[in-house]
């Protein structure tokens, strides 16, 4: 009863909100990429949804009790980039197949994060190379937002203008009213037609159980990219997202559950489970609340809202991609605009690392990738590097120029 009593002392609207946005944020973003995947491997409509409801229930949950448990917002995700890799990979590779593929990248996580492997690769990363890598990965939201005034310009501005008055004067509830403004604006003006289904607007469907095929080349040739994928493009940034904002949580076990997850889930079509990064800057920063340890809400809200998106997968989906993508790109920049900004400062704000941290910023933003694997994890490596360099005193280094 004592937790109980406590949970509802700390539930807060703004951190409801912050879960909503969340779900939201990454439904719309990147659902078209999901299902263009399941697709790749041969999934009929039937199969699709089963993906839809299986990443959806997998992140509510596991969001909802590692909050819980470790009472902050110990949010999760799905493996976009591991997406991206499925379509331009599993053109000939058949549904058993990439099942197999899925339960690989989720045993091979699940050991990485029972060994520590990562938590002490996780270790060894300087802090404002960590900020800087983290700050270079949410950047291109907050260029978003100004981008999508191309879009629709008025919808943008009267978002942005809504956001500064209510950091002014309502800054717990700023993501509140920047949500309610777009939705006003775009049922108002026609921008957002609100789906329908011939069972009625909630749908409910089932999951749909696959059996894994086994081949080696697809588990070496995709299983494995697919597993180094998600943990330097995802893992990794999640990682430094808590960090960044004081979550000291030991990161082997959050990886292994996530492992754990996507192994369970796999013969349903939940393909790659991993600790979110952006999405999870959301449930992290001052506008959820002010403490941080009551914060844990947006994680547990996170997570209802996710599984209320898997039981409903087909109306939901449709929900989330009605929305303007111009409505959802300035909300989740405004949203990410604190984060990016306090990044940026503990980045830059020690005169030793600031060059290594400035370069490690401008490789992430470049986009650059090489062998497969993307400008977050390259970022890092280059960040270290230059650091490592920076460091060394050559010989007569003072006396060169006598």
Same mark, same amino acid.
């Given at each position: 009863m004592?937790?109980?009593?406590? $949970?509802?002392?700390?539930?807060?609207l703004s951190?409801?909100?912050?879960?909503f946005?969340? #779900?939201?944020?990454?439904?719309?973003? %990147?659902?078209a990429?999901?299902i263009?995947?399941?697709?790749?491997?041969?999934?009929?409509?039937?199969?699709?949804?089963?993906?839809?409801?299986?990443?959806? *229930?997998?992140?509510?949950?596991? %969001?909802?009790?590692?909050s819980?448990?470790?009472r902050?917002?110990?949010?999760?995700?799905?493996s976009?980039?591991?997406?991206?890799?499925?379509?331009?990979?599993?053109?000939? =590779?058949?549904?058993?197949e990439?099942?197999?593929?899925?339960?690989?990248?989720? =045993?091979?996580?699940i050991?990485?994060?029972?060994?520590?492997?990562?938590?002490?690769?996780?270790? *060894?990363?300087?802090?404002?190379?960590?900020?800087?890598?983290?700050?270079?990965?949410?950047?291109?939201?907050?260029?978003?937002?100004?981008?999508?005034?191309?879009?629709?310009?008025?919808?943008?501005?009267?978002? $942005?203008?809504?956001?500064?008055?209510?950091?002014?004067?309502?800054?717990?509830?700023?993501?509140?009213?920047?949500?309610?403004?777009?939705?006003?604006?775009?049922?108002?003006?026609?921008?957002?037609v609100?789906?329908?289904?011939e069972?009625?607007?909630?749908t409910?469907?089932? $999951?749909?159980?696959?059996?894994?095929?086994?081949s080696?080349?697809?588990?070496?040739?995709?299983?494995l990219?697919?597993?180094?994928?998600?943990?330097?493009?995802?893992?990794?940034?999640?990682?430094?997202?808590?960090r960044a904002?004081?979550?000291?949580?030991?990161?082997?076990?959050?990886?292994?559950?996530?492992?754990?997850?996507?192994?369970?889930?796999?013969?349903?079509?939940?393909?790659?489970?991993?600790?979110? @990064?952006?999405?999870?800057?959301?449930?992290?920063?001052?506008?959820s609340?002010?403490?941080?340890?009551?914060?844990?809400?947006?994680?547990?809200?996170?997570?209802?809202?996710y599984?209320?998106?898997?039981i409903?997968?087909?109306?939901?989906?449709?929900?989330?991609?009605a929305?303007?993508?111009?409505? #959802?790109?300035?909300?989740?920049?405004l @949203?990410?605009?604190?984060?990016?900004?306090s990044?940026?400062?503990?980045?830059l704000?020690?005169?030793?690392?600031?060059?290594?941290?400035?370069?490690?910023f401008?490789?992430?933003?470049?986009?650059?990738?090489f062998?497969? *694997?993307?400008?977050?994890?390259?970022?890092i490596?280059?960040?270290?590097?230059c650091l490592?360099?920076?460091?060394?005193?050559?010989?007569n280094?003072?006396t060169?120029?006598?």
């Amino acid at each position: 009863m004592k937790h109980v009593a406590q $949970l509802w002392n700390d539930i807060s609207l703004s951190a409801l909100v912050a879960g909503f946005v969340v #779900v939201l944020v990454g439904f719309a973003s %990147s659902v078209a990429i999901i299902i263009e995947a399941a697709h790749k491997v041969g999934a009929d409509q039937t199969l699709v949804t089963s993906w839809i409801m299986a990443l959806g *229930i997998g992140m509510g949950l596991s %969001s909802f009790f590692l909050s819980l448990y470790y009472r902050m917002p110990i949010v999760t995700a799905w493996s976009t980039p591991g997406a991206a890799l499925l379509v331009t990979n599993m053109t000939e =590779v058949s549904y058993s197949e990439a099942i197999g593929v899925f339960i690989f990248s989720g =045993v091979l996580t699940i050991l990485v994060g029972m060994s520590g492997l990562f938590q002490k690769i996780m270790s *060894i990363i300087p802090f404002p190379i960590a900020c800087a890598m983290l700050a270079g990965i949410l950047f291109q939201f907050g260029v978003r937002i100004f981008d999508s005034l191309a879009q629709a310009p008025y919808l943008v501005c009267a978002m $942005l203008l809504g956001y500064l008055i209510a950091k002014r004067f309502f800054p717990r509830y700023a993501v509140l009213i920047v949500l309610l403004i777009g939705l006003s604006i775009c049922l108002w003006n026609g921008g957002m037609v609100m789906p329908t289904t011939e069972a009625g607007f909630f749908t409910f469907d089932s $999951l749909v159980w696959v059996s894994p095929e086994w081949s080696l080349t697809t588990l070496l040739g995709i299983g494995l990219p697919l597993f180094v994928v998600t943990m330097t493009a995802q893992n990794m940034p999640g990682v430094v997202v808590l960090r960044a904002h004081k979550v000291e949580t030991s990161a082997s076990p959050l990886i292994s559950w996530t492992g754990i997850t996507t192994t369970l889930l796999a013969p349903f079509g939940g393909f790659a489970f991993n600790l979110a @990064a952006i999405t999870a800057a959301i449930s992290l920063g001052e506008e959820s609340h002010k403490e941080l340890k009551k914060r844990y809400i947006a994680g547990l809200s996170a997570g209802i809202f996710y599984c209320l998106t898997g039981i409903t997968a087909v109306s939901i989906v449709a929900f989330f991609t009605a929305l303007p993508a111009a409505m #959802v790109a300035a909300l989740a920049g405004l @949203a990410l605009l604190g984060t990016i900004g306090s990044n940026l400062k503990m980045a830059l704000e020690s005169d030793a690392t600031r060059e290594a941290a400035l370069v490690t910023f401008l490789v992430t933003v470049s986009g650059v990738s090489f062998a497969g *694997i993307n400008s977050a994890f390259w970022g890092i490596v280059f960040g270290v590097l230059c650091l490592l360099i920076l460091k060394i005193q050559l010989p007569n280094a003072n006396t060169s120029h006598k």
